[in-house]
């Protein structure tokens, strides 16, 4: 491993580069991002780059450093070289890795909690005051609330069997009232 500096605001990884080494962060925090949308905000002893070392793609998101911070690099090479010498620590990178994702699980779990009236007040600031029509799309409404687009999907086709929207092509509100009332919950 190598530890690598990187001052506040600077560029660690960028969303599309090869997947070629992994980071741990050792102190200070990373904000990793997609498209412009903020995904998450990193510390001690959070990876980055762990979807790609392994699966060999590019990076799923950009990390920036929020703070000055330093982060342990490991190449993919090394990694790889580690991990067939010693078996045992495939154990141990298996167990650390489930223990971010079920992390990962639960934090979704958690946003996703109100995510139905986080939604419906969404739909609502958004709605054309005249046709009830909103003008984005499922991917936007997912970006803008940091879930996947089915995560969305469910909940705007429960709003569609509720009567609240339709939705051919677009959302548009049918009964603002009862949305109003969903986003309340």
């Known amino acids: 491993m190598h530890v690598q500096h990187f ?7 960028r969303e599309g580069d090869p997947g ?11 904000l990793v991002t997609s498209r412009d949308v903020r995904l998450a905000l990193l510390e ?8 790609g070392i392994f699966a ?7 990390a920036i450093a929020e703070t000055d911070c330093t982060l342990l690099r490991i190449a993919t090479p090394d990694l790889m070289d580690a991990l067939r010498l010693t078996p045992e620590v495939w154990e141990g990178v298996a167990l650390w890795f489930a223990e971010f994702a079920y992390a990962k699980a639960m934090d979704e779990k958690v946003r996703t909690h109100n995510l139905r009236s986080q939604l419906a007040r969404l739909l609502l600031s958004r709605a054309d005051p005249a046709t009830g029509a909103v003008s984005l799309t499922q991917i936007e409404l997912a970006e803008i609330l940091a879930v996947r687009r089915s995560t969305i999907q469910r909940h705007l ?3 569609r069997v509720a009567g609240l929207i339709t939705r051919s092509g677009r959302v548009a509100i049918l009964d603002h009232q009862g949305l109003e009332r969903e986003g309340l919950l």
Do not use: H, N
């Open 157 to 159: 086709d429960a709003f």
């Open 7 to 13: 001052a506040a605001r600077q560029l660690i990884v």
């Open 44 to 51: 001690w002893p959070a990876p980055i780059g762990d979807l």
């Open 56 to 62: 060999d793609r590019p990076r799923t998101a950009t």
């Open 20 to 30: 070629d080494d992994l980071y741990i962060v050792e102190s200070g925090s990373v």
